[in-house]
């Protein structure tokens, strides 16, 4: 069991972390996989894809099992968020190189996304940035990588429509820390606080 660790952000927001250093066989068993399910992991080509991609789910068990649930098949709706049965609980699962990640709320959405930094962010960084943000990054690869991490939270929060990034996806911060998140649309603003934390050289931002 690789199980890196689960943190409670509050008494109702939780997030579990699952660092892949075992043998996919390994993970395959610890996974009571549904017909949907194996559909999906059959349709990564790449053994590394099907590991993350296990790895985030394998994550969203342990952190149930943590709070005392059993594990249950993620259902996605029309918008391909996912859900699980259980009533008043909302979760959220992103993977990534070596690592899946999901989080669990019994009180509203929420959103997590793990991030490696990457070269090509810098050339990019103006699809995503609003002019404030563009100002506290400074084109600095690690605090780009903060903004697109947080932004895609946010974005996986939401969950129902396309937003603009730059535009409808606004963060704030206190210093070197981005502390809250807006999402904009239809002339409604709703605003949501982060969570960061960084494990090794990968980023990992909550929003609740």
């Known amino acids: 069991m690789s199980l890196a660790f689960i943190k409670d952000i509050n008494s109702s927001v939780s997030y579990a972390l699952w660092?892949?250093?075992?043998?996919?066989?390994?993970?395959v068993s610890q996974y009571a996989f549904s017909q949907a399910d194996r559909e999906l992991f059959a349709a990564h080509k790449i053994e590394r894809r099907r590991a993350e991609w296990l790895?985030?789910?394998?994550?969203?068990?342990a952190l149930m099992n943590a709070k005392g649930l059993p594990q249950q098949d993620i259902i996605k709706d029309e918008f391909g968020?996912?859900?699980?049965?259980?009533?008043?609980?909302?979760?959220s699962i992103s993977h990534t190189k070596n690592y899946g990640a999901a989080a669990l709320s019994h009180?509203?959405?929420?959103?997590i996304d793990i991030e490696y930094p990457r070269d090509q962010i810098q050339r990019i960084a103006r699809k995503f940035l609003h002019a404030n943000e563009a100002t506290w990054a400074q084109n600095d690869q690690q605090r780009l990588t903060k903004v697109w991490c947080a932004k895609e939270?946010?974005?996986?929060?939401?969950?129902?429509?396309?937003?603009?990034?730059?535009e409808q996806l606004l963060l704030s911060h206190e210093g070197?820390?981005?502390?809250?998140?807006?999402i904009c649309e239809n002339g409604q603003e709703e605003e949501h606080p982060l969570h960061y934390d960084q494990i090794d050289q990968m980023h990992l931002c909550l929003a609740y």
């Open 19 to 27: 660092r892949i250093d075992e043998p996919l066989e390994q993970m």
């Open 55 to 61: 790895a985030a789910r394998l994550a969203l068990k």
């Open 81 to 91: 968020k996912p859900h699980i049965a259980q009533a008043q609980i909302e979760i």
């Open 107 to 111: 009180t509203g959405a929420v959103g």
């Open 153 to 166: 939270a946010l974005y996986k929060l939401h969950g129902r429509t396309q937003l603009i990034f730059a």
């Open 176 to 182: 070197d820390v981005l502390t809250r998140g807006k």
